[in-house]
């Protein structure tokens, strides 16, 4: 066992961890927080996206070891969920109805958050490239490219007014 | 599935990091972004006892300037690699090359020198290092020594890093001002190249290197390519005899995605497509 110490969506967690456990094994069955979802288990479909020190990461090809004294922000830590709130990307994904089954809605809004972040106003295709490490198996990604188009016009707007 | 369990040591020195590997050699593993090692250790395809993370060692981190050469410490992220002013100064085709890595988040993970020290001959960072002469600078227990390009790359997934050696960093001889482009061949967005071509030019064109990925076992330099481009105009006439050439003495694998001989005809038409890239044409 190794011990960790680290902050998930703004708290502070301590545990003594399996050096093998996954990051995204430790956010859902240690912490619980299972908007975190399993995709593919190959790092392939981005399903588990969160952001480790402000930046996307697939959680299930990092170790929680390697988050000691780090700082990682799960699809729950994203707006505050207790006082009903949703971060202006979510938003947006429900206004432009960016999902059908929704299984991969969190690991999407979290790289988009991430794009979004480093390109303001990203074209069509920016954004398509942007969430390339994204699979999406129901919709053809049209409405999440919508999406994430739409959040980065509400948000600009949101700035200038 | 999760990996077996192994010890994990976190050194915050590369001496820490050598005496570590030093006492248990075969047995240990380097961890550095891990979005290779990770996906191997999940699949059991390899079961270290020890994995050895460098991640908590910050010399290893960064790109500096010295004189006619770039220094790329092995833990960069290739998301760094590609956004750094001094990368698109003067070794524009590796920010080309390392965008194209895998996706995003890998990219925010994943190193320059685990990259480089995995060698998977479809990695896209291959070809590029070669390509611009990079010299591989690794430190074991007798210190530290230096490996040039054609010397690193050895056979599949095999370099010169000895088993109680580390990749610490990566100089790169400065091309300033050089057009560069990555042209890379695939079958679904952010997966490895069936064939890639890494190009850099000065002038269009008064010289040419030219690396080539996934074409053999390991990455290639196609040096008749880049001697026929000498002098060449940067027209699709003027560098088709050269790009025929991109094939000459390559080894490609035949796989699902494609035969030998196909691998060899993409080479040649995407040494094309990258060296007009390149010249800006």
């Given at each position: 066992m190794t011990k960790i110490e680290l902050t998930v969506d703004g708290a502070s967690v301590s545990d003594d961890v399996e050096p093998r456990m996954l990051l995204v094994q430790y956010l859902r069955e240690k912490l619980g927080k299972t908007g975190t979802v399993i995709g593919c288990d190959t790092s392939n479909c981005g399903a588990c996206t969160v952001h480790l020190d402000g930046t996307s990461v697939k959680s299930c090809n990092?170790?929680?070891?390697?988050?000691?004294g780090r700082t990682v922000t799960t699809i729950e830590g994203l707006a505050d969920a207790a006082e009903g709130e949703l971060h202006p990307v979510q938003e947006s994904f429900r206004e432009c109805h960016g999902l059908q089954c929704g299984f991969c809605t969190p690991g999407m809004i979290m790289q988009a958050v991430d794009l979004l972040a480093e390109n303001p106003h990203p074209s069509e295709e920016e954004v398509r490239l942007g969430m390339e490490g994204n699979l999406c198996r129901c919709t053809g990604y049209h409405n999440i490219v919508k999406s994430v188009l739409h959040a980065a016009e509400q948000t600009s707007a949101g700035a200038t007014s | 599935m999760i990996p077996v369990e192994f010890d994990y040591l976190a050194p915050a020195s590369v001496e820490e990091a050598l005496a570590a590997l030093g006492e248990h050699g075969d047995d240990a593993k380097i961890l550095a972004g891990g979005q290779s090692l990770l996906p191997v250790l999940r699949m059991r395809l390899n079961a270290p006892e020890v994995v050895i993370d460098l991640g908590g060692i910050a010399s290893l981190r960064g790109i500096r300037d010295d004189g006619d050469a770039l220094v790329i410490g092995a833990m960069t992220t290739h998301h760094d690699v590609r956004d750094d002013s001094l990368v698109r100064e003067h070794a524009l085709l590796l920010s080309k090359a390392a965008a194209e890595v895998a996706d995003s988040q890998i990219r925010h993970r994943g190193t320059f020198g685990g990259a480089l020290a995995h060698a998977d001959p479809a990695g896209d960072l291959g070809a590029p290092a070669l390509a611009l002469g990079a010299q591989f600078v690794i430190a074991g227990p007798g210190g530290t020594r230096t490996v040039e390009a054609a010397d690193f790359f050895v056979d599949l997934f095999e370099t010169a890093i000895g088993d109680d050696e580390i990749l610490t960093e990566v100089r790169i001889p400065k091309h300033t001002g050089w057009g560069a482009h990555y042209e890379k061949f695939v079958r679904v967005a952010h997966q490895w190249p069936i064939v890639a071509v890494a190009a850099t030019v000065r002038g269009s064109i008064d010289e040419a290197r030219v690396g080539l990925t996934n074409m053999g076992s390991t990455p290639l330099r196609a040096t008749a390519t880049e001697q026929a481009l000498?002098?060449?105009?940067?027209t699709e006439d003027g560098v088709r005899a050269a790009a025929d050439l991109a094939s000459d003495g390559t080894n490609p694998p035949s796989d699902l995605n494609g035969a030998a001989d196909y691998r060899q005809h993409l080479a040649r038409v995407l040494t094309g497509r990258a060296v007009l890239k390149a010249a800006g044409a």
């Open positions: 990092v170790l929680a070891v390697q988050t000691n | 000498a002098g060449a105009s940067a």
